[in-house]
């Protein structure tokens, strides 16, 4: 970095403006954090303590033991108690931290491409960055950065030696453009697309549209297609360039065939015919190319070395996969792009595996503008460090020179086929290895070396709408009220450590399971959080005080064997106690609640929570019942707690019960089928879809009218046609109630029914008329061909869906 990329304290303090206490006004700032966990050269950096889902000001102290030393506050704080720190205090935070992005982003002449619209945003950045980086220097947000928050983060990363910026920008409500059009001032303005997607935020079409032209206000150039363009909305930019599939523009696609795996395309522009080939063939693709063609063809390019360029474009992986590896390890695949700030975001997601003790890296050479190579691997190593990389396996040879600096347990080759050669011999064992490598380098084949053989059928599960939703409920508590995550069944057959993990990283109360085999697979995948167990059987008492397991206790029995097996020493123990108000399924009833109240007045015992279980949250029908359990609740609680000399945590809802009681919070709430995307409560839309089982094709076969498919013969096409065979099948979880039509997958985009009855492990689609072969991707359910509906077709509820999934069928986790 140059000078003029630097910032003492003292300037950004009469940047942002608000009062200061500093210790030394001369201390450099080169990094914003907003997480105390998050940290590169943490004496460096500057903590924003943002108010956003969580109050950032909690998280003060710990950013404080961590070695952050400067802070931007709203809140006030005895400054006393953290010696040798500088201090802002403004009037709010957010908006601090947007002001000084404003500054740094005014501070530097560059060409700015601003992107916004429905979808694609982050495709089409990541395309144009791979179109522009052989000419540019380009800085970009990192990921799909492109928040109130994201944005400032991202415009902060510019530095002199930059020439070009990506930028992306989303919003979900009004008034929310004009800030991020500040921070961005974008010179080139791409609006990608305007779809259903995010619509609650707006009144109607106009605004939304209006909204998001905003961020091009003072933009040269407007690329666009006026098939999203509404009459009434007056349109930015000096100049236009537009694009479109159905009407003239100054790229006008004339046809778009497919080839194999590649689509051509045919355009009329600047009154001559032009042409390109790209190696995709889904729709989305598809416009994504043609915006980023569009944005060639706009900055001049040529019409052939446009063409070449879009030719040579590569799928973007966005996503972090977390997947089986070989001689248990655990693989994050990050395999497609190598620079600093996405190593770092890697990196936090490996920090938080605790599956296996160690945590390896795999890099190759990394290159970042504006850096020396000493520099960045002296960077890198202080990252290691502060992320807790037990083992670095370094490839290329740039990194290999820079060896020295990194002070761990350390291996270093030429180049990936030198590796692939040595692999043998270089034991991976019981380790949590993250691969991250320039795409040049080819991980790919490293990922496919130390992957375990994925069967053909696997459970996509999506960490981040997991988060998303978590938060979605965690926003409708009152302050304090605690979470605790219901994990059981395998989380609801959505995985186990792994969603154990993000949610004790991002910080709920409890988990609970249904029994102590789970409870012990979590604690040996390192999981610290308390854990309830709701079906505590007595062989297994042992093994609960051993891991520390917490058991409902829901009789006197169960209470009394569990007493009596309570070693001498043992006090305190917790347990958390379980009333029945009208379940009548386990629990105590109000006529034992007095012998109940005498037995717990034992020192051996502590009593962490009680709670009850309402059995019609999501039904207004039964309004009135769930009214009539919780006030039964109550009063069994106050029996109960007459004679203790504490007050347990209370806590009743579910799910349901958070969307629609929020006067029944009381101290903690249990969430569970919500984390995963489903609440009978809500609409369609407000929680993100978690899982997407997806199969393959393994066979096509042409059938004769009169010829029969399956079992029984129960399968026919009156008129012949085409069926293929998936690899899935009633062993898998996808119930024989599906055969003979009733289930419907999706196959090259289209709907079609099971032909026949389910087999084990394998049945039979109509696929008549589409375009299908052998190892097609088949999907049983997603976000589009959802899981509610899969419960309508055989009466059954989504909950059974999810759990049927069957243990043989991969899951893979991906974090984007
Ligand atoms: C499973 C369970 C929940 C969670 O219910 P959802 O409807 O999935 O939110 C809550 N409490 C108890 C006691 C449960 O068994």
Known sequence: MSKADTYTIEQISEIVGGKVVLFDKEVMIKNLVIDSRTLINAPNALFFAIKAQRNGHQFIANAYQNGIRNFVVSEDINYEKYPETNWIKVGDVLSALQRLATYHRSAHQLEVI????????????????????????????????????????????????????????????TGEMKQLASIIQPSIGILTNIREAHDEGFTNKVEKLREKLQLFEGVQTFIYSPEYILAEVALPGKQKFTWSFSQPADLQILEVSNEGTNTVLKAEYAEEQIGIIIPFTDAAAIENTVICWATLLAMGYETEEA?????????????????????????????????????????????????????????????????????????????????????????????????????????????????????????????????????????????????????????????????????????????????????????????????????????????????????????????????????????????????????????????????????????????????????????FELQQIKELASLLKTEKLKVVSIFTHLVATDDEQHDEFTKLQVSKYEEMYGVLTSSLAYQPIKHVLNTSGISRWPNYQFDMVRVGIGLYGFDAALAKGELQTVAALKTTVSQIKQLQPNETVGYGRRGSLPNGGQIATVKIGYADGYSRAFGNGVGKMLVDGELVPTVGSICMDMCMLDVTGLDVAVGDEVIVFNEEHSIVDLAKEIHTIPYEILTNVSQRVKRVYYYE
């Open 114 to 173: 601003g992107i916004t619209g429905s979808n694609g945003k982050t495709i089409v950045k990541e395309w144009l960055y791979q179109l522009l980086s052989a000419d540019y220097n380009v800085v970009r947000s990192p990921k799909s950065y492109n928040s109130q928050l994201g944005v400032p983060l991202s415009v902060w990363q510019i530095n002199d030696s930059h020439n070009l910026g990506i930028f992306e920008a989303g919003i979900s409500t």
């Open 307 to 587: 063409a070449f360029r879009l030719s040579k474009l590569v799928k973007v992986g966005m996503r972090l996969q977390l997947i089986n590896g070989i001689d248990h390890c655990s693989l994050i695949d990050d395999s497609y792009s190598a620079d600093i700030s996405s190593l770092s975001i890697a990196l936090d997601f490996l920090n938080q595996q605790n599956q296996h003790a160690k945590r390896t890296l795999i890099l190759s050479d990394l290159h970042e503008t504006g850096k020396s190579a000493d520099e960045l691997y002296q960077e890198i190593s202080i990252l290691l460090k502060q992320k807790k990389i037990n083992r670095l396996v370094g490839i290329g040879e740039q990194i290999t020179a820079h060896q020295h600096l990194f002070e761990i347990e350390k291996s270093f080759f030429n180049d990936t086929s030198d590796f692939l050669a040595q692999v043998g011999q270089h034991n991976f064992n019981n380790e949590t290895i993250l691969i991250k490598g320039a795409r040049k380098f080819g991980f790919e084949q490293v990922v496919k070396r130390l992957a375990q053989k994925v069967h053909d059928t696997v459970l996509e599960v999506n960490l981040n709408a997991l988060l998303a939703n978590l938060q979605f409920y965690k926003a409708k508590l009152a302050p304090g009220v605690k979470t605790m995550a219901m994990v059981k069944a395998f989380s609801y057959g959505s995985g186990s450590f792994e969603i154990a993990n993000l949610l004790q990283y991002h910080k709920v109360d409890y988990l609970a399971v249904a029994y102590v085999d789970e409870g012990i697979a979590l604690r040996k995948a390192g999981i610290s959080l308390p854990i309830m167990v709701m079906s505590p059987e007595p062989s297994a008492f042992d093994a609960m005080l051993r891991y520390q397991l917490e058991p409902e206790i829901y009789s006197l029995e169960v209470l009394q064997s569990f007493l009596h097996f309570l070693p001498e020493q043992v006090s305190h123990f917790p347990i958390h106690i379980k009333l029945d108000t009208g379940m009548h399924r386990l629990g």
